[in-house]
Nanobody, 115 residues
Framework: QVQLVESGGGLVQPGGSLRLSCAASGSIFRLYAMGWYRQAPGKQRELVAAISSGGSTNYADSVKGRFTISRDNAKNTVYLQMNSLKPEDTAVYYC?????????WGQGTQVTVSS
């Protein structure tokens, strides 16, 4: 049984910040690369940030320099620090392994950037 639960979303103004958390159940979390994905209305889900089991990170060009992904393997948790938020960042944000495993998709957490 594997469950990923995202939290921390909300409504923020442009230029604001938000910190998302993803709590993972199940075993061997520390062995997997993890990613944050987002899906805006009418658009496909896209990978925005990924972190390897060893801590190496990659970011989509659209969020580079603004978002930071991190993980705490002892807590089975991955984080996404989101700064300088733009209206274009509005989406439902999901965590999953990277590459994603279909069965692991959860409910996501809504991020809305609006004035």
């Amino acid at each position: 049984q594997v469950q990923l639960v995202e939290s921390g979303g909300g409504l923020v103004q442009p230029g604001g910040s938000l910190r998302l958390s993803c709590a993972a159940s199940g075993s061997i979390f520390r062995l997997y690369a993890m990613g944050w994905y987002r899906q805006a209305p009418g658009k496909q889900r896209e990978l925005v940030a990924a972190i390897s089991s060893g801590g190496s990170t990659n970011y989509a060009d659209s969020v580079k320099g603004r978002f930071t992904i991190s993980r705490d393997n002892a807590k089975n948790t991955v984080y996404l620090q989101m700064n300088s938020l733009k209206p274009e960042d509005t989406a439902v944000y999901y965590c999953n392994t990277q590459p994603a495993i279909r069965l692991y998709w959860g409910q996501g957490t809504q991020v809305t950037v609006s004035s």
